[in-house]
């Protein structure tokens, strides 16, 4: 700036001298004009006073009027050729000299030219002779004398000013190459201030423009410039932070929506929810930065239990597995407002879940409910040593995730209450099943023994002569135990007392032999199992084995059973033909819902060709491993 | 039936009573004391100890589970009075049942309920059990016989040695067996002599040894 402005002077001063040089110059030139001019009006004026002299001598010797033209010519031209002196040289210095010169030669035309030129016509003698001729000419000589000192006078002032214009010109030249030379210095240094000042660091913005393009968004450049390049600097470097922030911000949001989708394809595959809740708590504490993170369910007593966690602390979680809220902690203002809060633990926080968190060398905490299904089911508790995060963003954030964790939780418990709900369908129905079995048995059946003892009194009781009496009474016996029969195999099928007293092992050792098709059974069955578990397992063996009877056409059935850490595994093969649709019209329909209402499930493979396997796994106490 | 010059002095227990009663009634009019009826096996064994009963028909299923209170009070009997035949009545075939009313030792028959009314079979097979035998019912037998196996044993035999290894299992002598088969004794020897080697089973005089055996091998097949 300040450079610009002694450019601008510096070149403005020279041209100043130079524009004066020039004019002076010009003033010069104009005055040597008028001189010129003058002179030559001084010259005609001589001309004429020439032409005068020269006609009246003509005249005088010869008596010729011809002579007398250019006499009259002067004489009439005079008094205009004499004013135009007086007026060139009236503004000037040697006005007297001129105005002498004109009255000289006024008076030579009045007192010698006229009575000269009127005598010669009277022919007058004397005008021939030798005194008036040198009187003439002496008259003349005095003018011509006055002529060249006016025109020398002329000429030395003309000269001067020659010399005063050259002298200017002189100034102007060398006023021109001073300027012209300091401009060039000046405009060099110029040059290369600006290429200091401007051009470096402007490069140097296009190299980290460059950098930044290429992704290196750490680049910082000087903020040293002076005036706009400084503001272009410190604008760059603001720019690079705030990219640098976005990408980092960006980086945050990529690592935020992996944790996302990868928590959410947890809840699609429906994992059992301590492994989903573990998964959050982990994927939460890295993408919030977190150092120690806890999903809290509400008990109804009020109490919060710890269902999973995660900490990068060297001392252990802050959680223990139960607790009841302390005074002070986020659980109070979250339970009350139902909204996410969020602590700062300083040294002066006397409260009791501050010196908690203090103790595990925590600083801030934040929490966020988790509604399932509209009631607050529990918290996401997250928990920070060092700095954390706009705790905004931290709830916006946490927010994601705990949405998540509901939906899980609540396909949980519909899931749960759904196995449930077919826990109690399928025991109601066992139960009825064994009222009937029961009722079959120990009702119909006995009545029907009753009945059948009566006839067999009867038939005693007939003489041995009614012999055709005695025969109805033993057929109608008879017939009563064949419908006995038929009443036993029906309520077989309508549930297996067998389980009640022998266990699974020897229910499916009957069934192995009341099957038409050899069966190979390998029973290891240990302990007691729960009766639903005992009933869905023989349901299953038997509607296989059936099934493979009637369709299968094998030689040999392998039947499998065998308690195995916490689950009864099942499995029914055969060497048969395969190719079995395991939905259509099979009771092993039936038989999924009374496996998956255990919470086990269930399997049937039937390539063409290769046999068929039904596999099934229940879990011997609900809620057990599958 | 007329015993030693006295009449089989018997206790009849089901929690049914007019079944209870048609079988009580059965056996008095079939030369059998009745000395009590008992409803579940509390009853029974009160009126076991104090009557101490020649023979006991009981239900398998009585009060108050409905579950095996009739083998149960057969193991308290076996225990306090071995000499005492038990019969135990069940509304269907449970092989396991039989088999542990069998370990207990002779004089013990397993019969599903609906035998009664075959009158004749009824009371031999309580014959037979009065005289030291063992009975088991023939449609738990034919369970056994029937059931099909892969490389089964029991296809060495013939029809009849089968027909005659099912006699056995229903704790038939082997004159028993030659009465029902209408042949002679000493064929049913040879037969049985065949049978017993050809399942690599152990000769025995015992018949209620030879029960426990053949069933036991065929359970086990």
């Known amino acids: 700036m300040l450079a610009s402005v002694a450019l601008v002077v510096l070149i403005g001063g020279a041209f100043a001298v130079l524009l004066v040089a020039l004019d002076s110059m010009r003033d010069s030139g104009a005055l040597a004009r008028h001189s010129r001019v003058e002179l030559s009006a001084a010259d005609r004026l001589e001309k004429r006073v020439v032409d005068l002299e020269t006609g009246q001598r003509g005249f005088v010797i010869t008596h010729e009027p011809r002579f007398l033209a250019p006499w009259r010519a002067a004489r009439s031209a005079l008094p205009v050729a004499g004013r135009r002196l007086l007026t060139l040289a009236g503004d000037r210095g040697h006005q007297s000299q001129a105005a002498r010169i004109v009255r000289a030669v006024g008076s030579y035309m009045r007192n010698y030219s006229l009575p000269l030129v009127a005598a010669a016509r009277r022919g007058d003698p004397d005008v021939a002779s030798v005194g008036a001729t040198l009187r003439g000419k002496r008259l003349v000589d005095e003018l011509r004398a006055r002529f060249n000192g006016y025109v020398a006078t002329q000429r030395d002032l003309m000269t001067a000013r020659q010399a005063d214009a050259d002298a200017e010109a002189h100034r102007a030249t060398v006023a021109a190459s001073v300027g012209l030379v300091g401009s060039i210095v000046l405009i060099v240094l110029f040059a290369s201030y600006l290429a200091r000042a401007i051009l470096v660091p402007i490069r140097r913005a296009a190299g980290m423009a460059r950098q930044i393009a290429g992704g290196e968004l750490n680049v910082r450049m000087p903020e040293s410039g002076l005036g706009e390049v400084g503001m272009l600097e410190g604008a760059f470097n603001k720019m690079a932070a705030s990219l640098d922030e976005s990408q980092a911000e960006l980086r945050r949001q990529a690592a935020q929506q992996a944790a996302l989708r990868r928590v959410a394809t947890l809840v699609a595959r429906d994992v059992p929810p301590d492994e989903l809740l573990e998964s959050v708590a982990r994927e939460v504490a890295v993408v919030l930065e977190a150092d120690t993170t806890g999903l809290l369910r509400y008990e109804p007593d009020g109490d919060l239990s710890l269902l999973a966690a995660w900490t990068r602390l060297d001392v252990g979680l802050p959680f223990p597995d139960r607790l009841t809220p302390p005074p002070g902690s986020l659980n109070e203002r979250i339970l009350a407002t139902g909204r996410p809060a969020s602590s700062e633990f300083d040294e002066n926080d006397e409260s009791e879940a501050a010196a908690l968190y203090r103790r595990y060398g925590l600083r801030s905490t934040l929490g966020v409910p988790i509604f399932v299904g509209g009631r607050l089911w529990g918290l996401m508790v997250a928990a920070w040593a060092g700095e954390r995060l706009d705790p905004e963003v931290v709830e916006w954030r946490l927010s994601e995730f705990t949405e998540l964790v509901a939906t899980a939780i609540a396909n949980a418990e519909s899931r749960a209450e759904l196995a449930a709900s077919r826990a109690r369908v399928v025991a109601a129905s066992d139960q009825t099943r064994r009222r009937i079995e029961r009722n079959l048995h120990d009702g119909t059946q006995q009545r029907l023994i009753s009945v059948g003892l009566q006839l067999r009194a009867a038939e005693a009781l007939a003489s041995p002569d009614q012999r055709k009496l005695r025969a109805q009474l033993s057929d109608a016996a008879q017939g009563l135990t064949g419908a006995v029969a038929e009443l036993q195999e029906i309520s077989r099928g309508i549930h297996p007392a067998i389980l009640s007293r022998g266990g699974l092992r020897e229910a499916l050792k009957a069934l192995a032999r009341r099957s038409s098709v050899p069966v190979e059974l390998h029973a290891a069955v240990d302990g007691e199992l729960p009766e639903p578990v005992e009933v869905a397992s023989y349901y299953l063996v038997s509607e296989a084995l059936t099934n493979a009877a009637k369709h299968a056409r094998a030689s040999v059935l392998q039947v499998d059973a065998e308690t195995d850490d916490g689950v009864v595994r099942l499995s029914v093969t055969d060497n048969g033909v395969g190719g079995a649709d395991p939905e259509a019209g099979s009771g092993l329909v039936g038989l999924r819902d009374r496996v998956e209402a255990l919470g086990g499930d269930l399997r049937i493979s039937s390539a063409p060709g290769h046999g068929t396997a039904v596999r099934a796994t229940i879990p011997i106490e609900p809620g057990g491993p599958r | ?221």
């Open chain 2, 1 to 221: 039936m007329i015993a030693g010059g006295t009449l089989t002095r018997v206790a009849v227990a089901d929690d049914d009573v007019l079944l209870r009663e048609g079988i009580a009634s059965l056996l008095e009019r079939s030369g059998f004391e009745v000395v009590g009826q008992a409803g579940d096996g509390s009853e029974l064994l009160e009126l076991v100890r104090s009557r101490a009963p020649e023979l006991v028909i009981v239900d398998i299923r009585m009060p108050p589970n409905h579950e095996t209170e009739g083998l149960d009070a057969a193991r308290v009997i076996r225990a306090e009075m071995p000499d005492t035949g038990i019969v135990v009545l069940s509304a269907h075939v449970e092989v396991d049942q039989a088999m542990e009313l069998l370990a207990g030792g002779e004089r013990t028959g397993y019969l599903l309920k609906n035998r009664v009314t075959d009158v004749s079979e009824f009371l031999e097979s309580l014959e037979r059990i009065v005289e030291g035998g063992s009975v088991v019912d023939p449609g738990l037998v034919l369970e056994l016989v029937t059931a099909r196996r892969r490389d089964d044993p029991l296809a060495e035999l013939t029809p009849r040695e089968r027909e005659v290894l099912a006699l056995m299992a229903e704790g038939r002598s082997n004159a028993g067996i030659a009465r029902r088969l209408w042949v002679a004794p000493g064929t049913i020897e040879k037969h049985v002599h065949s049978i017993l080697a050809k399942l690599a089973l152990p000769e025995t005089d015992d018949d209620h040894r030879r029960v426990l055996a053949v069933i036991a091998f065929l359970e086990a097949r």
